[in-house]
């Protein structure tokens, strides 16, 4: 964008203005139909909106921890997959006791439609047709229309007709696999086995296939499938096909998703509950965000003159373009997802901060207006994307191995990273141009690097070095000691150190704020705790 003539620079000032007057106008209708049901609004968390929450119960024996967490992992990954819903990314999934699991997913008004959609997790065999003595395990009952055991579950486990269980399987999606004979798209469940299970698989297949016979799909007391083995499986990779529509193909494939869990669980409790933050958490966090950015705009005009005026028009921009992104993707909004949102704002300032600097310096060294811009972007682009790459890897890291609201925060930071290289290199450059090519090219308006007595870190590392070793060594030593008192190395808040979860009937209905108000300092005297969570159930006090 050299040397921009000015009626190129009347358009793209034209294209930037409408543009951006289209994003607020957007922006506005959106952050106003929010948390209040219109259709374009953003979804809010359970922090901030509420959602459904459920209980789960272990059947039988009080399972292992090992057990349990892999059962939340497992209910974490089908939750995901099942609802296929951004809201699902803010969903968690965490233990209560010894033997309860609970789910809570935000933005949701029917723990009815939830539950139906989750199915109820159970035990989940695949059943060989005939045992190694040729008796047949089930057969067709024409009562019914269904299949039915012919021999105890129990005797066909101890006699290896049950080839593999639910534990035994990794993966189970619905599909469509085009049929060789007539090109049409037919519904099939794809599913992916262990290491464990596809090797008795394969030996169950290949049995199976020589005999003509079919291998039955038996969840939590009924079969859901009996598929005929049209050949040997000996790779853990097998399609289910016969299915007469999508729909039943996912059905099929959700019963053996959720039979691969560890432990059999029932549904004891599911409710609708309130948001677990006050009715002005979004707007106090709005305004907040509202006044930072004022702030940072009053910063860079005084700072850095018509290059910060430029810079305050790019992150106008830039803001109404994040709110817009977030509601076209359907992103789940929380309180962290809120500040990971803020913090990219801190980011897309500290990228225009590095470029005007060098734009000063330039000056300072006697260059015009124009030449001065493009050597500033110029050099300021290997520390801005090297600063902001680095930031996405760590989001990346959050996302992919965090869960809950760490991801939503991982979400929202990545999203505003990216919006901010994008306003800060392009948007902030192009304005940049313009004010140019319409002559507004004094050294005045960009201001001039002044000389500042350079301080000798080089050589006063070893000073240096030993000030922050100090410094660490004391954070760590505390840790230690705070640890070996009896307490934890750090302060953990209930969302890593778990607590106590109380169920209370008041004497009439009650708002957040008054339960906050009134009721929280009661608990927090008797408990000494001030990390108390509130939360209220719907149609109840």
Known sequence: MKNMKKGQAIAWLIAFV?????????????LSS????ADQNIKLGLDLAGGVSITY???????????MNDTIYKLQQRIENDLGSSQTTEASVYKVGDRRIAVEIPGVTDANAILEQLGTPGDLYFIAQTNSAGEENYSYDSTTGGYKLNRDLASLQADGSVVVNGSQISSASAGYNTNQTTNAKDPVVSITMTPEGAKAFGEATTKAYQAGESIGIYYDGQFVSVPKVNAAITDGNCIIEGMSSIEEAEKLASYIRIGGLDIKLQEVQSQVVGAQLGSDALSSSLLAGLIGLVAVIIFMLIMYRLPGFTASLALVFYTALVIFIIWAFDITLTLPGIAGIILSVGMAVDANVIIFARIKEEIASGHDANSAVQAGFKKALSAILDGNVTTL????????????????????????????????????????????AFGLVSP???????????????????????????????????MAVNAGMGNKALNYSLEFSGGTSTTVNLDKEYTLAEVDDEIVPLVS??????????QLVDGAN
């Open 18 to 30: 409408l543009l951006t007057a289209i994003l607020i106008y957007e922006a506005s209708l959106i």
């Open 444 to 478: 005045n308006m960009y201001g001039k690097a002044k000389k500042r007595k350079p301080i000798n870190f080089i050589g006063k590392k070893t000073i240096f070095f030993c000030a922050s070793a100090i410094i660490i060594a004391a954070g760590l030593i505390g």
């Open 525 to 534: 005297k008797v408990t000494g705790d001030n990390d108390i969570q509130t």
């Open 57 to 67: 119960e272990v059947e039988g024996d009080t399972p292992t921890e090992e057990q």
């Open 34 to 37: 929010t948390g209040k049901g």
């Open 393 to 436: 890897i760590a989001a990346a890291v959050l996302y992919f191995i965090g869960s809950g609201t760490v991801k939503g925060f991982a979400v929202t930071l990545a999203i505003g990273v990216v919006l901010s290289m994008f306003t800060a290199l392009v948007v902030t450059r192009i304005l940049l141009n313009v004010s140019v």
